[in-house]
């Protein structure tokens, strides 16, 4: 999963009334475009500068994400009142959506990355993933959902997927010893080698392969190079 930095820009408690009045245990993400071309940092001082009940956890663009409420309190978002949405979302601004182009590709991307570290951290699933289109029937996240949902929640399931494991050490030298083997043999070599298959020394595979003792000493009896063990088992002795 990559990480996506977070820079906190939290909301003054002084402000907590018009902002974020509910102190509540959160159970689900909801995502939102901005409908703007703002970054982050310029969407999150907007929504906490500005006088109205409008807000939202996190602004998110194709460098960071800027976090605005902290997750254990309401935002204002998903224009639903004291529903579920409002009250148990953790809401998540994508930026760059009016215009869209790569640093919109790059701030969802970012935003799915968030989400799936959001669900890792709560434990939850991905039906925890919502849109604010399921609150109030707003068509937010815009482009995201012209680009398609699935495809976001696609982001998600393989920012969750887990990273495949590192071959060890052995694993890689005994494979590039495979693939190596497999090389036709070398230019200086190929004479050579084209004997030693003719006589039958080697049957013409893997000729880079390394030799152990015991393949040599079979090619070493193979050309005859070995002194017999017993004079008695000797074909041809006749005692
Ligand atoms: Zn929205």
């Not at 995502?31 to 939202?56: G, K």
């Not at 960071?64 to 639903?80: F, I, K, M, T």
């Not at 959001?118 to 996240?141: A, F, I, N, S």
Request: aromatic residues 8%; glycine residues 8%; contains cysteine.
């Amino acid at each position: 999963m990559r990480q996506v930095t977070i820079r906190p820009m939290l909301c003054p408690e002084d402000r907590y009334g018009i902002k974020c009045p509910f102190s509540r245990t959160p159970s689900r993400v909801v995502i939102h475009n901005t409908a703007n071309d703002a970054p982050a940092e310029n969407e999150i001082r907007y929504m906490l500068n500005r006088p109205e009940e409008v807000s939202f956890h996190f602004a998110v663009d194709d460098k960071e994400a800027v976090q605005g409420l902290p997750l254990d309190r309401n935002a204002w978002a998903s224009g639903d009142g004291r529903g579920v949405g409002n009250m148990e979302g953790v809401h998540i601004e994508i930026c760059y959506s009016l215009s869209g182009g790569e640093r919109f590709q790059k701030a969802e991307a970012n935003a799915a990355a968030l989400t799936a570290s959001l669900l890792k951290q709560y434990g939850w699933g991905l039906e925890r993933v919502t849109k604010h289109q399921d609150y109030d029937g707003k068509y937010c996240p815009h482009r995201t959902l012209d680009l398609g949902w699935e495809r976001f929640l696609d982001l998600v399931r393989q920012e969750l997927k887990p990273a495949a494991p590192e071959e060890d050490r052995d694993a890689w030298a005994r494979r590039k010893e495979k693939e190596r083997a497999g090389l036709p043999a070398s230019g200086w070599a190929q004479e050579a080698w084209q004997k030693a298959q003719e006589s039958g020394v080697f049957d013409g595979t893997a000729p880079r392969a390394p030799l152990t003792r015991e393949q040599c000493a079979v090619v070493l009896d193979r050309l005859g190079l070995l002194p017999a063990r017993d004079p008695n088992a000797r074909a041809g002795v006749v005692l």
